[in-house]
């Protein structure tokens, strides 16, 4: 039986590069998107990853979601959640909506996914869970209240599922990106852009197979003995003890 991962935010940026490195790693890969239909076409055609659409946010689409990878693909072993938004605004300006679609798709999206994988995971006695805060989530960012909480809530979801889960083979870690060369990154404004990579110890932004790397990394057999852990892969730009 091959190994299945599902991928969140599975067709662009940072999780494309989760994707085809897991596919490179002998899995078979479920890449889910939320809205962008013409983009999850051109990757599936250049890579061949399936793709499947369903808004992480809501509990019932991830469910079904779910068992639709397991009828195509078999059981997931792999789950990576990497979907995320950003609706940036100071907080005294900030609409109760900029707040709760960061939170939905950022937050609750862990839960979503999750819990539908989790008990066959255990009873199968295996599984691997990466989530993917952000630097920000570690030390903040000013006009992202709500993006840099429910980034910090990813790493406390981590650390307790980590802990639930470690006994039964499964292991949860979290990887918080600094800025990489996505397209996100890049609708920063030029002089914005120029003080943030200033500010990178290495002095350039990172990519997203470096991102894609440490993801399979935590993935392996061979680092069983990982797990709730927190990595930071960001140039050094933001150095924690968690």
């Not at 900030?94 to 679609?101: F, H, K, L, N, P």
Request: proline share 2%; aromatic share 6%.
């Amino acid at each position: 039986m091959s190994r299945v991962a599902i991928v969140t935010g599975g067709t662009r940026g940072i999780g494309a590069s989760i994707a085809t490195a897991l596919q490179n790693e002998g899995y078979a890969v479920a890449a889910v998107y939320a809205g962008n239909d013409e983009k999850a076409q051109e990757f599936h055609g250049s890579c061949g990853i399936r793709v499947y659409k369903w808004d992480v946010g809501d509990h019932q689409a991830c469910a079904e979601g779910v068992r639709k990878v397991e009828g195509d693909l078999g059981p997931v072993c792999t789950l990576v959640n990497n979907a995320g938004i950003t609706r940036d605004g100071m907080l005294h300006k900030m609409a109760v909506e900029q707040w709760s679609e960061v939170m939905r798709t950022n937050l609750d999206s862990m839960f979503n996914m999750t819990r539908p994988l989790i008990e066959s995971m255990r009873e199968r006695n295996f599984g691997r869970i990466v989530n993917i805060s952000s630097i920000n989530g570690q030390k903040g960012q000013m006009g992202q209240t709500n993006y840099s909480a429910a980034k910090a809530g990813v790493i406390g979801f981590t650390k307790a599922l980590a802990q639930e889960n470690a006994r039964k083979g499964i292991t949860v870690n979290c990887i918080c990106p600094g800025y990489v060369d996505t397209d996100m990154v890049a609708a920063v404004p030029p002089k914005v852009l120029e003080s943030i990579i200033a500010s990178i110890p290495v002095g350039r932004l990172g990519k997203g197979q470096e991102i894609a790397d440490t993801v399979c990394f935590l993935t392996r057999r061979e680092t069983a003995f990982i797990t709730g852990s927190i990595i930071a892969v960001n140039g050094g730009q933001y150095i924690a003890n968690g």
